[in-house]
């Protein structure tokens, strides 16, 4: 396994074949903007991307929050990424909150957001792109742009939909309300709601239930998933072929047929 990214405002801890991404700065409610979040949840992603080891990343927040999203403050103020001419504040963007999206899209790991408080605007988008949401009673959504005047720049609305459909989104959206975790999770936001003090381990359980799975079968079944989403099926299906031929050819296919024929568990070494 390659050198953990050295962090500034996030932790990283490996269990297993799984990590943990702490946000470390409550002083701001874990603000994306303004802070080295962006940059260390970037570098979290391409650091589990390339290793081959780790099969899941769990995100979660210090504190109170999970993530406030764009700090207020510096849009008021007009400061960081919110401030010069409307070129500049678009290519800030483009630079900035915009790289999480395109991150969190080519996660090759799958991704778990345990959602330990309040996540809103942007934070809440982030936990949109996470391929699971576990919550708990502190949990909070708000897609919360309009209420500032600006709309989701983070590309929250092509997220967002594709969990609740279009007119669950567009009244999420339009509205700007905050719903709590038994909303989220009746709208299907959250694959589960648990008491707060078992949110993590809930989230590691998930985790290292996957973490257990044939590793590159994990990863291919997940890049078909996504292919799934803007592929017609004709030529999804021709992709599903030749993956599906890769996949037959490697040991830990074998090892989980011996597995399953002799009632033993398999230990995958992910070739």
């Not at 991404?21 to 409610?29: A, S």
């Not at 381990?201 to 079944?221: D, F, G, M, N, V």
């Not at 040991?251 to 070494?269: G, M, S």
Request: charged fraction near 20%.
């Amino acid at each position: 396994m390659s050198e953990q990214p050295t962090l500034s405002d996030a932790t990283l801890t490996v269990t297993n074949r799984y990590a943990t991404l702490r946000f470390e700065r409550d002083d701001v409610r874990n603000a994306l903007t303004g802070t080295a979040l962006i940059d260390d949840l970037c570098a979290t992603i391409a650091w589990a991307n390339a290793n081959k080891e780790i099969s899941c990343l769990i995100l979660t927040g210090a504190g109170s929050a999970f993530s406030s999203g764009g700090n207020v403050k510096d849009m008021r103020d007009k400061v960081g990424m919110f401030g010069g001419s409307s070129s500049e504040i678009s290519e800030s963007y483009k630079n900035g909150i915009q790289r999480i999206s395109r991150v969190m899209h080519s996660a090759e790991i799958v991704t778990i957001a345990a959602v330990n408080g309040a996540a809103v605007g942007a934070g809440f988008d982030l936990c949109c792109m996470a391929d699971l949401r576990i919550g708990c009673e502190n949990t909070r959504f708000g897609e919360t742009f309009v209420n500032l005047g600006i709309i989701p720049g983070d590309g929250g609305a092509w997220f967002l939909q594709r969990l609740v459909g279009y007119q669950r989104a567009a009244e999420l959206t339009f509205s700007g309300r905050i719903i709590d975790s038994d909303e989220a999770l009746k709208l299907g936001l959250l694959l589960e709601c648990v008491p707060k003090e078992t949110l993590i381990a809930t989230a590691e359980h998930y985790a290292s239930e996957y973490a257990s799975k044939p590793p590159q079968a994990l990863r291919a079944t997940k890049r078909l998933m996504k292919l799934a989403q803007r592929q017609e099926l004709g030529d999804f299906l021709d992709v599903c072929a030749d993956v599906q031929s890769q996949c037959h050819h490697t040991n830990d296919h074998q090892r989980a047929l011996n597995a399953f024929l002799t009632k033993t568990t398999a230990q995958f070494e992910g070739n």
